[in-house]
């Protein structure tokens, strides 16, 4: 798929945030305007996407605050290629800043199914809720932690890339669209690893114990 048809399938930019942009061609300082658009949603990626060692490493504001950095340091590149949204531009920025953070306080470099993952309580249970809609009776019914505890030691054990695919198109509800800017991968690469992980996160969870009628 050519580039210019795989950006005509994103969600884009606000008219405000391209009005905005197109100023900042000339005027760089518009920036600050730019990020303040979206500080929030920003905010709340890094919340999402922080585990509970990295937060007690890193305040949530600052690594924020240093995606802003950043993307201030990248942004002349970024105006001069457009090559996505800049609100999924910024995601990909905060989305990398984390998870530099993370090898960096966690050493990511330990593989484990026991490893901590960048991804908080709050979201293993939401996924988790996610993949146990059809529970059969109450008495099949696993405890929403215990099954929150076997979704992240699952997820874990994927590949880099696709538990990340699986995570954007799962949980952040990404299109493959979008998921192939973010990883400068083909729309129809993230839609097939997609469907790869979910098959192997259920095998997975069918070998810690997790029977399909809890899924």
């Given at each position: 798929m050519s580039e210019s048809l795989r950006l005509a399938e994103v969600t884009p930019d606000s008219e405000q945030t391209t009005s905005l942009l197109e100023q900042a061609v000339a005027n760089e300082d518009l920036f600050e305007s730019l990020f303040a658009r979206h500080r929030s949603s920003v905010r709340e990626l890094v919340r999402l996407r922080m585990d509970a060692k990295l937060r007690s490493r890193v305040d949530l504001s600052d690594v924020v605050q240093e995606t802003e950095i950043e993307a201030f340091r990248r942004f002349e590149d970024y105006l001069e290629r457009r090559p996505m949204p800049f609100h999924l531009w910024l995601r990909k920025t905060a989305q990398e800043r984390i998870l530099m953070l993370h090898r960096r306080h966690i050493s990511a470099a330990i593989r484990s199914v026991d490893r901590e993952l960048p991804l908080p309580n709050a979201s293993s249970v939401s996924l988790a809720r996610q993949l146990a809609a059809n529970v059969a009776t109450p008495s099949e019914q696993i405890n929403e932690r215990e099954l929150a505890d076997k979704v992240r030691r699952a997820v874990a054990a994927l590949s880099d890339t696709d538990r990340e695919i699986l995570l954007m198109r799962t949980y952040e509800d990404l299109?493959?669209?979008?998921?192939?800017?973010?990883?400068?991968?083909?729309?129809?690469?993230?839609?097939?690893?997609?469907?790869?992980?979910?098959?192997?996160?259920?095998?997975?969870?069918?070998?810690?114990?997790?029977?399909?009628?809890?899924?």
């Open positions: 299109s493959y669209n979008e998921i192939a800017c973010v990883l400068d991968i083909e729309p129809a690469t993230a839609r097939k690893r997609n469907g790869r992980a979910l098959i192997r996160l259920h095998q997975l969870l069918a070998d810690d114990g997790v029977t399909e009628s809890q899924l």
